[in-house]
């Protein structure tokens, strides 16, 4: 069975501080993980996705994430947070086929000028 | 090129009221789906179909009700609305690795 726990509801940085959004997930596949935004009433942009390339996955704006199978997570970062960030982030992983996508329950980034 | 396109934007119903979502893609994806976002749970699976006359429950089916007659076209229905439906419904196309989401529709049930 599928699962995503984002670890922080809420994760409130400066501007120009780094960002980690915590990912941690449960598969009983190979999985595919991705990355959402969500900015107040939009809908959802996709940030990056992982499907077993390379474990460490460059994304728009800036962000990053590494999926790391022993610990099986997938945090976002991004090394330095801009005003524009500010959004709800959700993580997602899907099943082999991939008509079913698994959501965490997302992060709030709130960024401080 | 539209990608998924979902209507109403905005709807605001009485208990007991009956209504459709649209969702329409011109990507010739598969697979379709129907999620709903509430606070502080993410998105949750409705529904979802793999091809035109098959679709299957998601994790919260129950008061949906769906069909998919063509491979573009994914309708959902709410046949008594219920306060408890009120909520942000997102449809989705996929293929391969990546979903792509509708713009959202915001459905108030009072």
């Known amino acids: 069975a599928q699962s995503v726990t984002q670890l922080d509801s809420h994760v409130s940085v400066s501007e120009g501080t780094p960002v980690l959004l915590r990912c941690n997930y449960s598969s009983s596949y190979s999985p595919s993980l991705f990355w959402y935004v969500q900015h107040p009433n939009k809908g959802l942009q996709l940030l990056l996705k992982y499907t077993s390339a390379a474990t460490l996955v460059k994304g728009i704006n800036g962000f990053e994430a590494e999926f790391k199978k022993s610990e099986t997570s997938f945090h976002l970062t991004k090394p330095s947070a801009h005003m524009s960030d500010a959004a709800e982030y959700f993580c997602v992983v899907s099943e082999g086929n991939f008509n079913k996508f698994y959501f965490g329950s997302g992060t709030k980034l709130n960024v401080k000028p | 090129n539209a990608g998924v396109t979902q209507t109403p934007k905005f709807q605001v119903l009485k208990t007991g009221q009956s209504m459709t979502l649209q969702c329409a893609q011109d990507?010739?994806?598969?697979?379709m789906s129907w999620y709903r976002q509430d606070p502080g749970m993410g998105l949750r699976l409705i529904h979802y179909s793999v091809g035109a006359g098959i679709t299957d429950q998601g994790e919260v089916p129950n008061g949906y009700n769906v069909s998919r007659s063509t491979t573009e076209d994914f309708p959902l229905r709410l046949l008594s609305a219920a306060p408890s439906q009120t909520s942000v419904y997102f449809c989705?196309?996929?293929?391969?690795?990546?979903?792509?989401f509708g713009e959202g529709s915001w459905l108030t049930v009072v």
């Open positions: 989705a196309s996929s293929r391969g690795t990546t979903i792509y």
């Open positions: 990507m010739n994806h598969e697979y």
